[in-house]
T-cell receptor
Framework: EADIYQTPRYLVIGTGKKITLECSQTMGHDKMYWYQQDPGMELHLIHYSYGVNSTEKGDLSSESTVSRIRTEHFPLTLESARPSHTSQYLCASSETGSGTDTQYFGPGTRLTVL | GQSLEQPSEVTAVEGAIVQINCTYQ??????LSWYQQHDGGAPTFLSY????GLEETGRFSSFLSRSDSYGYLLLQELQMKDSASYFC??????????FGTGTRLQVFP
């Protein structure tokens, strides 16, 4: 069973607030990812990391930023939340050299910006 | 651009067999994966095909034809708990996955 955690699970916040979504994994995976997913829709990659101090933007433009100071931790920050940021944010991790490239997902954070 | 197309919805009854298709157009291709996601839940890995042919895992099988840029997920002996969304995903390079549009499967008694 995958050990990847996200907090908070649900967040309702006002416009203009700064928020940080936490993601941690205990599997020692070097690769980590953030996806954005609206209800019933596909997953869009917004950030990824291949290891400590490595971060890259994904295919979907996002105003959020990420950091990877420790292998197990990959937080996502929104400096000023807006209603357009309302969505579900999913964190995932995978292991280099895994033949199937399996990604393990956290439970997600459902963000609502009023 | 890169895209993966799936039917938006499929319905079936318990005990039946259903096939979910995925056609892809990507700049590179290393393998096709399938993920299951229940409402409100996280995606979970089901299967992976790097080579042409059929891979079987219990009630689920996955097929790939690289020459046709096409694959499918076959679910047999459907159960109510199989009601979920199913996503195909292509690894086009550097370990990033591009996900399909998703297929919502509804299983009826």
């Amino acid at each position: 069973e995958a050990d990847i955690y996200q907090t908070p699970r649900y967040l309702v916040i006002g416009t203009g607030k700064k928020i940080t979504l936490e993601c941690s994994q205990t599997m020692g995976h070097d690769k980590m990812y953030w996806y954005q997913q609206d209800p019933g829709m596909e997953l869009h990659l917004i950030h990824y990391s291949y290891g400590v101090n490595s971060t890259e933007k994904g295919d979907l433009s996002s105003e959020s930023t990420v950091s990877r100071i420790r292998t197990e931790h990959f937080p996502l920050t929104l400096e000023s939340a807006r209603p357009s940021h309302t969505s579900q944010y999913l964190c995932a991790s995978s292991e280099t050299g895994s033949g199937t490239d399996t990604q393990y997902f956290g439970p997600g954070t459902r963000l609502t910006v009023l | 651009g890169q895209s993966l197309e799936q039917p938006s919805e499929v319905t079936a009854v318990e005990g039946a067999i259903v096939q979910i298709n995925c056609t892809y157009q990507t700049s590179g291709f290393y393998g096709l994966s399938w993920y299951q996601q229940h409402d409100g839940g996280a995606p979970t890995f089901l299967s992976y095909n790097a080579l042409d042919g059929l891979e079987e895992t219990g009630r689920f099988s996955s097929f790939l034809s690289r020459s046709d840029s096409y694959g499918y997920l076959l679910l047999q002996e459907l159960q109510m708990k199989d009601s979920a969304s199913y996503f195909c995903a292509v690894r086009s390079g550097t370990d990033k996955l591009i996900f399909g549009t998703g297929t919502r499967l509804q299983v009826f008694p």
